[in-house]
């Protein structure tokens, strides 16, 4: 694929894929995944002990959640392009001190609405790094070796989830409703810190390629279309992340979808004025990757919502603590840890096969969900057999992820590895988004009418037929590649 001239940073004298620092620089890429991903996790346990500690009200902890995914969101696209750009290593590491300090100043709030402030900036840091982490993969790794990266990445995921819940009821435990969700903050900062120091010492120099100050310097990073894009994502992310209950938010998506459509606009026209576009809109015609993206934004638009419904299910409908409800998802983050290095160092052998295979066994698992929770309905067993289905979800989870993110980055340019990134961790976060606030609220309005039980069956049922569609994508891809290898054009 052609791709226009950009400004993008040079490559280093040599090959990077060769460098054996290229793992160093990998460990602090997943170190630091490893910190922002606890600190999701964790927030989701502290919210009844935020809502005690700081007096907050329920718009309050609403926004604790929502403000970090919406800046989260928003800052995306641009970083990735500017780490593109300017250098990823440095940006990554801007972002890395951002997240660390915006920790410090959460467990250190007064109030809901200093709180509040330190998760918008929390989302800033997290934006900044995440693309930058996806570009230097794809920069340092190529062919096997960058799926066995990616599978280290996810064996990260799948550790951090697991460990995240458990580690956030052990520090309230510890220390009670005042001193305990502040420690659920705090416990970022040295492993910030680390990151930082390690990035400083191992990262090739220079951290940031200054833009010049004259010519096509600031152009180069596309402004109007970086403003057009991060418009769009707030109009329609806004929408689902707000219940206030007035219908009026939800004109923001017709406004979020013109957004998208003058977006597109200027980037074309910026490309015809000889320019580098934020993001080369021709990547959308490379098949691995728009069937990449529908892929996850599917994926993670359904199965997210798995476990905000569990969280739910178990602690309302079954009784347990906050604490109990962290071990139901136990067996399926360390399975996914496991299945997450299983298809890394498979994935470029067997293709969306992968993909495919995990898709299925996100099907059976919520498939086996649905009989637990009405077989426990029944009085027949245990609730506690949702680990056991849930286990699928798990393996579904590592043989997804990151193997549909090697495929998926596969034929983009290093040019726009950062900006092609970040645009398809914004479909995750959109999808993410929508489904929550689609499903949660299919399940509570079957709820009010009927039991736990069936509202179970409703959210899951939903949630299976979104990944049902994820996986005829992934199966179409899968048939366009075998009559790529036949020598047959593939059909769109």
Not at 122 to 143: A, D, K, V, W
Not at 307 to 322: F, I, N
Not at 350 to 377: C, D, N, P
């Amino acid at each position: 694929m052609n791709s226009p001239k950009t400004n993008a940073a040079p490559v280093p004298q040599g090959d990077p894929t060769a460098d054996p620092v290229r793992w160093r620089i990998l460990f602090v890429l997943i170190i630091t995944i490893f910190m922002t991903l606890v600190g999701v996790s964790i927030v989701n346990v502290a919210l009844p002990s935020i809502r005690i500690g700081l007096d907050a009200s329920q718009s309050d902890l609403q926004w604790v959640l929502s403000g970090y995914a919406l800046t989260f969101g928003v800052v995306l696209v641009g970083a990735g392009r500017a780490g593109d750009i300017m250098g990823r290593g440095g940006l990554f590491l801007i972002g890395v001190g951002i997240f660390t300090v915006s920790s410090v100043a959460a467990g250190l709030a007064p109030n809901a609405e200093w709180l509040n402030a330190a998760r918008f900036a929390q989302g800033i840091g997290s934006g900044l790094l995440n693309p930058q982490g996806l570009g230097m993969i794809q920069h340092y790794f190529r062919g096997d070796a960058r799926g066995r990266a990616f599978g280290y990445f996810g064996t990260a995921v799948g550790v951090s989830v697991a460990i995240g819940p458990v580690l956030g009821g052990l520090l309230i435990e510890l220390g009670g409703p005042e001193l305990g969700w502040r420690l659920t903050f705090l416990v970022n900062v040295p492993i910030g810190l680390a990151a930082l120091i390690l990035g400083l010492r191992w990262f090739p120099r220079p951290l940031i390629i200054r833009l010049p100050r004259t010519g096509s310097g600031l152009r180069s990073l596309d402004p109007v279309g970086a403003l057009l894009l991060a418009l769009a994502v707030l109009a329609i992310l806004f929408p689902f992340v707000e219940h206030s209950g007035s219908a009026l938010i939800w004109l923001l998506l017709p406004l979020g979808l013109a957004l998208v459509w003058a977006w597109v606009w200027w980037e074309r026209r910026y490309l015809r004025l000889g320019l580098s576009p934020m993001v080369d809109l021709k990547i959308f015609s490379t098949r691995s990757y728009s069937h990449g993206i529908t892929i996850m934004t599917l994926y993670f638009m359904g199965v997210t919502s798995v476990w905000v419904l569990v969280a739910l299910y178990v602690q309302e409908g079954g009784g347990k603590s906050a604490l109990e409800s962290g071990f139901f998802g136990i067996p399926a983050a360390l399975l996914s840890a496991s299945a997450a290095y299983w298809a890394g160092s498979r994935v470029m052998r067997l293709g969306r096969k992968v993909v495919i295979w995990g898709l299925t066994l996100a099907l059976i698992g919520l498939g086996l969900s649905i009989g637990v929770v009405l077989l426990h309905e029944a009085g027949l067993v245990s609730i506690w057999w949702l680990m056991a289905s849930l286990a699928f979800v798990g393996m579904a989870q590592g043989s997804v992820i990151s193997p549909n993110q090697t495929l998926t980055l596969a034929d983009v340019p290093l040019d726009y590895a950062g900006s092609s990134g970040a645009i398809m961790q914004t479909g995750q976060r959109i999808g993410t988004a929508v489904g929550i606030a689609v499903i949660t609220a299919a399940t509570f309005y079957t709820l009010a009418a009927t039991s736990w039980a069936m509202a179970m069956v409703t959210g899951f049922g939903l949630i299976a037929a979104v990944v049902f569609a994820a996986l005829l994508v992934a199966i179409k891809d899968q048939r366009d590649r075998a009559r790529s290898v036949a020598g047959t054009p593939a059909r769109a």
